[in-house]
């Protein structure tokens, strides 16, 4: 029997306003402990909340960017635990009426093809604090500052069938939530958190089989090493003839591992019920069209425009429109080179290539838009050729000087001179008699050699054009 993994996820993201969802105070990360709190998100007695029209309005940002149906009127609803990090022993979210339901997004697996997933809901709610577990002592420390901060909760459709797929798509919700500028999407701080639902069944068949929930994935990395690894798990239980059950999993980086945390709940398990502190929320169309109308490009409209008004490969396209910061990079460096493919494989080569070898993003690059384009600038006005601009990119990125300075205090300046280019090749012709007598009895290859020695003897600096006119005349 043939399996196929079915997967969906649930992904949570701190909402970046000034305040709380349901207070005035700081939504601020860090911070000494228990210092951004009120009676309200500590839970006192007495006290009302009040929705934060920002949070409302945020969430139909991202409504609106997938695609969803907004509700136009939801409702606030108690879901019930008791968790010491939860002082009023339920937290506020919204069960059977979210913000907003049916929207969709678009992924673009490697090799290409798109793939539309589902979501099935976006929902706001409201963070809990943070415990603090104290090694060796048998006490626990709660911190209430995150408590009260916004959330957003997308519900993806089980629509995805790998692990690469999943990654492809939390990248693409990350990207939109950060072209709209509503949240951080930083994996590791927690402020973007997945949680990975996954099971299996025979290749060609309909019904879903029973999932188990992956929790504590806290980078890309472990989403899909964790999913493959359940999969695999799932796969060798049914191959022995037994059943999966429906729990909730741990991913254990360290060990590259999940284990049981505990049986699934349900959620009857959590007794929701309207809080009837908070009216019904009621959105009208005329506020849904002026949201709709404030929205920015978003990655999949700008990846389209690359294409068609730079001309790039959609691969290309794709990986420019991946981050916002990235694309403007881009797009301020082709307004001052007005080279396209030229900015694009600079960018995507040696730029993401450092960045990335030093685990930083685009806002961290050593060298600004201005400065990698007065470079390619030089490249294309043939003051220095691409191999010298290579030697000058790293000395840029060691140094921080300007591209110009660089190529002025080194000597750098191409030679397009043919009378002092001549020479040089003159040289070589006369030092490598054997290597010219194959040339002539028919090796042509040995052309490369040639050009090799002349680029040697002018450390890189003859333009290659005349170089090869020259010996192509010389040698005859
Ligand atoms: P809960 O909070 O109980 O996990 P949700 O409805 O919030 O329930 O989330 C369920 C998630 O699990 C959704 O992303 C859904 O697509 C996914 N899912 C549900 N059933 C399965 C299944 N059998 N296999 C894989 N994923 C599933
Ligand atoms: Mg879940
Ligand atoms: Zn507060």
Redesign the pocket.
Known sequence: MQYE??????VHAQLNTRTKIFCSCANAFGGEPNTHVCPVCLGMPGVLPVLNKTVVEYAMRMALATDCTITRESRFARKNYFYPDLPKNYQISQYELPIAEHGQVTITLDDGTAKRI?I??IHMEEDAGKLIHDAGRPVSRVDYNRTGTPLI?I?????MRSPEEAGAYLRQIRSILRYLGISDGNMEEGSFRC?A???L?PIGTET????A?LKNLNSFKYVESALAYEIRRQESVLIDGGTVIQETRLWDSAQNRSFSMRG????HDYRYFPDPDLTPLIIDGSWIETIRQSLPELPDARKERFINEYALPPYDAGVLTSARELADYFEECVRLVNNPKLVSNWVMGSLLGLLNSNGKTIEASPVSAAQLAELLTLMETSVISGKIAKTVFDEMVASGKAPKVIVAEKGLVQVTDSSEISAVVDRVIAASPNEVEKFKAGNIKLMGFFVGQVMKETKGKANPGVVNQLLKEKLG
Do not use: M, Q, Y
């Open positions: 993994p079915v997967i969906g996820l649930e589902g099935t809901r909760e519900v993806s459709e089980p629509d949680d639902n996954v099971s069944r879903l089989g029973t999932r929930e699934k709940e349900e959620a």
